[in-house]
């Protein structure tokens, strides 16, 4: 074991889901060790602790993992399981925490952002409940990275992260264990896997995207090794170190190729995707896509219909600019809908309490209580045994959702690596102004209300302020700004457009003009172009 003398490095405060940086950062000189000591001190040490290490196999991963495992048994951790080569999907992780019961893990992932040497890598701490540290914990992380002194590592030749099985690295027991088995194992109680299995043999058709990311293999095993999909049906299934040079985000800009297969001639039945780290997922029908928000007020109104949710649902969480389609559903069914901020963490608390069985975000993350993550593989599972229940194309089963609780329509817009100062600048400014704003005209809309949202855990009493700013329109039109903290350069802009529709005649309008109006009066009242400099978005979903 070596103690190494070190400084702090600037710049390592953890985001909304761990440390994301380009690559070539993390390889830097100390900086990785810096960041992996200052973790092990900020979670009060790892000796004789039981930790969960994998990734999504994006560059760098199995170098990382070499170094993570070196520190841990200098730090006198007593056992690391690890994902064989490397590899474990985020939702895989979370629940090989809490089927070892084990006390946290490190993630390495910079989830849907591209990967490769000039590309993005992440790293994360996950708790014993298998979800993302609170900030309590990112910020007692970030204390640490600012004193830090020395860190300690042992020198080794390495760990064969290749091979299944029980290694030993100076007094650390290092098990290598099959990175889909227990997953698999977990999907088979969730899901009715005899009714999906008809399904398939009925004719049923589908194409899922895994996007040369970390789903493929679990995608491999379980929709074409137990469901019985036909072979194929799986594509870019191998995870790549650069994800085949592709943007591992599953949406119809960087998921395009599904999009087309989906709306061609004699196209697939279902079509789904998910990201780098296998937490994301998006749901294609024949000519129809779903978003991320419908998807999730669409498996709340169904989630009865696969076993493990046959009772009904405690309750149902949603990131704040996700759409409002889920509060109409959780209405009907009786149960409370809870609005968070961004950032699977604060579902966790939820979850744990048993006040909230599914959550959901309009990134396109899905997920219920059987993790602490959000779940690509699950919400496409979820959606098959749904559709193995109702017998409905995935178009007639969204027409029957929108004539009974409205159609929510919902985009949105981002504007991504935006000089900083200029993208705080135009946020300051429209905070300013959200005093006023009610009872104004903008455009064709006149402002109902508008805050800064903020939110009180209704577990722990924690609050967290300066989560996006929300304008809320009458005749049921939303806006919500804010700024992510998921990217690695510059900031991106986010900007939510929602317009609930209730007549019957205008629930298939094209999107786009659905949200014309309250388009028009964001960009007005945040005055966008003018402090930023962009006209059109970078990215739009």
Same mark, same amino acid.
């Given at each position: ?16 889901? %761990? ?6 950062? +993390? ?44 520190? &841990? ?19 895989? &992780? ?14 390495? #992932?910079? #989830? ?10 992440? @790293? ?9 540290? *609170?900030?309590?914990? $990112? ?18 030749? /390495? ?25 698999? &194992? ?17 004719? +049923? $058709?589908?194409? =899922? ?30 995870? *790549? ?15 395009? #190729?599904?999009?087309?297969?989906? =709306? ?28 991320? *928000? ?19 649902? &405690? ?16 209405? !009907? ?14 579902? /966790?608390? @939820?979850?744990?309490? %048993? ?12 997920? !219920? ?7 690509? @593989? ?22 029957? +959702? ?50 800064? +949202? ?11 302020? %300066?989560?996006?700013?929300?304008? *809320? ?52 009242? !945040? ?15």
């Amino acid at each position: 074991m070596q103690i190494v003398r070190t400084n702090p490095i600037d710049g390592q405060k953890p985001g909304t889901s %761990g440390l994301r940086k380009k690559t070539a950062v +993390f390889q830097r000189p100390r900086y990785l060790e810096n960041y992996v000591q200052s973790t092990f001190d900020g979670i009060g040490g790892v000796e004789g602790k039981v930790l969960v290490v994998g990734g999504d196999g994006r560059y760098f991963n199995d170098k990382a993992i070499q170094i993570i495992l070196s520190m &841990a048994a200098a730090n006198g951790a007593a056992k690391c399981i690890v994902g064989q080569r490397g590899i474990l999907s985020t939702p895989a &992780a979370s629940h090989l925490i809490r089927n070892r019961k084990a006390d946290g893990g490190l993630i390495l #992932s910079a #989830s849907h952002n591209p990967g490769g040497p000039e590309e993005d890598f992440g @790293l994360k701490y996950n708790g014993p409940n298998g979800g993302p540290a *609170s900030e309590t914990v $990112t910020d007692k992380i970030f204390a640490c990275t600012q004193k830090i002194e020395v860190f300690k590592i042992c020198a080794s030749g /390495g760990v064969d992260i290749n091979t299944v099985g029980t290694q030993t690295l100076q007094n650390m027991i290092v098990e290598i264990v099959d990175p889909v088995s227990d997953y698999a &194992a977990l999907m088979e109680d969730i899901f009715d896997f005899d009714k999906i299995r008809a399904l398939f043999a009925s004719g +049923f $058709t589908m194409r =899922f995207d895994a996007m040369h990311a970390v789903t493929g293999p679990y995608a491999h095993a379980i929709l074409e090794g137990k469901l019985g999909a036909a072979k194929g049906t799986v594509v870019n299934g191998t995870p *790549s170190p650069d994800f085949g040079g592709g943007h591992p985000d599953p949406n119809p800009i960087w998921a395009k #190729s599904l999009m087309d297969t989906m =709306f061609a001639k004699n196209a697939p039945d279902f079509g789904a995707a998910s990201d780098g780290d296998g937490d994301r997922n998006m749901i294609v029908g024949r000519d129809t896509y779903v978003t991320p *928000s419908d998807s999730l007020a669409v498996v709340t109104a169904m989630a009865h219909l696969a076993p493990a949710y046959k009772e009904g649902l &405690a309750g149902v969480a949603r990131s704040m600019p996700t759409s409002r389609a889920v509060d109409r559903v959780a209405e !009907s069914l009786g149960i409370e809908c809870y609005e968070t901020p961004t950032g699977w963490k604060f579902f /966790g608390n @939820l979850l744990d309490a %048993g006040k909230v069985t599914l959550c959901g975000e309009e990134s396109a993350g899905t997920g !219920s209580n059987h993790v602490r993550e959000k779940d690509g @593989l699950w919400a496409v599972l979820l959606w098959l045994n749904i559709l193995a229940e109702t017998k409905q194309s995935v178009a007639d089963l969204m027409v029957d +959702f929108w004539a009974k609780y409205g159609r929510c329509y919902y985009s949105r817009h981002d504007y991504e690596a935006v000089e900083s100062d200029k993208a705080n600048a135009m946020m300051d400014a429209l905070r300013a102004k959200l005093p006023t704003l009610a009872g104004t005209k903008v455009g064709n809309l006149t402002v109902e209300t508008a805050d800064e +949202f903020a939110y009180d855990d209704p577990v722990d009493g924690s609050r967290s302020t %300066g989560q996006g700013i929300r304008i *809320s329109f009458e005749g049921g039109a939303r806006a919500v700004l804010r700024l992510s903290g998921t990217g690695t350069q510059g900031a991106t802009i986010r900007i939510y457009l929602e317009q609930l529709e209730t007549d019957a005649g205008r629930l298939q309008m094209a999107p786009a003009d659905a949200l014309a109006d309250v388009r028009s009066s964001a960009m007005t009242l !945040s005055d966008l172009t003018a402090m930023t400099g962009r006209v059109d978005p970078d990215v739009v979903t």
